[in-house]
């Protein structure tokens, strides 16, 4: 066990963040989860609510916020697209001027702090596989703005911070992340198919479902997450954190009837405006930085992620 710090994980009761505050609680650490519900719920967490090392409180990022803590993790935003869009203007705020709070907790209590950056900051990409030296391809006024501008403005403020006040910052950009405990209703790819798929119901694919994502099982990404965390203070990032493995949204469509045995068959609807055509994470810097490579292949991750659906509906 590494020595007991007292962890902050804002969005700590979301699907990355409670799997986050599990691993941290694991490892020997004091964890104040802090979250204001919006698409975070208590079931996630119901198992850590009795350790005495881990803490909950309701609070909204987009508020100053004052505590004593050595690390933050700044994963509060909700992300997937059918909720972030819900509310543009509190996604807006909840990235900049949560990233304005955190980073100023973080400059007073001289806290490290990680920011859950995204591949959106990439928007519709036309250098493939992305690198994070590529600026991006991002349309600041369409329906994905509120969340990719605001992610690409909180990168700023975090190295700004890091330049002016000498904050110890780390940035990673994580792409597609699935795995147990994304709600039912989330909205986004894998959840909404193996939801469809187990209660019989036509699998929703948008446009034609060439598009392509490269998806990522929960328990690697949170190994990046505290590898990024545990570095030496020269990796500020940004750090693309995803699985390599691409394939189109038809090629999953499909995966998920298969492995699910399912009847159900695959329905075209319109795509959504902006929606990347492409995207897969060049993971040369997390591998040489980090050490860091997914070891969860697609359908393993699936097949957990299946069972955890079959066991839920
Ligand atoms: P999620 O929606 O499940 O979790 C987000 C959490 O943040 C929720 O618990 C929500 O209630 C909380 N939250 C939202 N606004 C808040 C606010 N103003 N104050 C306090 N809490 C707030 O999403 P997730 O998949 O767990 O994503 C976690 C983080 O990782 C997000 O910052 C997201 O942008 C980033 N990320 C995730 C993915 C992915 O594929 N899962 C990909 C790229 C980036
Ligand atoms: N998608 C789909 N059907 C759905 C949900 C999503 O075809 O029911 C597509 C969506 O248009 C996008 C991809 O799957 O091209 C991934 O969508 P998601 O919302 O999971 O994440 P994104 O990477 O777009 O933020």
Not at 138 to 155: M, T
Not at 234 to 240: A, D, L, S
Not at 255 to 275: A, F, N, R, V, Y
Request: proline share 6%; glycine share 10%.
């Amino acid at each position: 066990m590494s020595a007991r710090k007292k962890v902050l994980v804002t969005g700590g009761a979301g699907f990355v963040g409670s799997h986050l505050c599990d691993r941290l609680i694991e490892d020997g650490h004091d964890v104040l989860c802090v979250d204001n519900f919006f698409t975070g719920s208590r079931d996630n967490i119901i198992g850590l609510l009795d350790k005495p090392h881990f803490e909950l409180m309701r609070h909204d990022v987009t508020f100053p916020l004052y505590v004593e803590v050595d690390e933050i993790f700044n994963l509060a935003c909700p992300a997937s697209p059918v909720h972030y869009q819900s509310d543009p203007v509190q996604t807006t705020k909840t990235s900049v001027h949560g990233a304005i709070n955190m980073l100023g907790l973080a400059k007073r209590t001289k806290a490290k702090i990680l920011q859950a950056s995204t591949s959106e900051v990439y928007g519709d990409p036309e250098v493939h596989p992305q690198t994070e030296d590529y600026r991006g391809n991002v349309n600041p006024i369409g329906p994905r703005g509120c969340y990719d501008e605001g992610k690409r403005c909180a990168e700023t403020l975090f190295f700004d911070y890091h330049r002016q006040y000498g904050t110890n910052i780390r940035v990673a950009r994580i792409f597609n992340t699935y795995g147990p405990r994304m709600h039912p209703n989330d909205g986004r790819v894998v959840s909404n198919f193996i939801v469809q798929a187990l209660r019989g119901k036509p699998l929703t694919l948008y446009g034609d479902g060439g598009q392509t994502r490269s998806f990522c099982y929960v328990s690697d990404l949170i190994e990046g997450l505290i590898g990024l965390m545990g570095a030496t203070d020269e990796v500020t990032g940004p750090v693309n954190l995803g699985n390599p493995t691409e394939l189109t949204i038809r090629e999953l469509a499909e995966k998920i009837i298969d492995m699910t045995g399912s009847e159900s068959e695959l329905e075209e609807h319109p795509l959504p405006g902006d929606d990347p055509m492409q995207r897969c994470p060049d993971i040369g810097l997390a591998k040489s930085a980090l050490g860091w490579e997914p070891q969860v292949a697609l359908e393993d991750g699936l097949e957990k992620t299946i069972r955890y659906f079959k066991e839920t509906l």
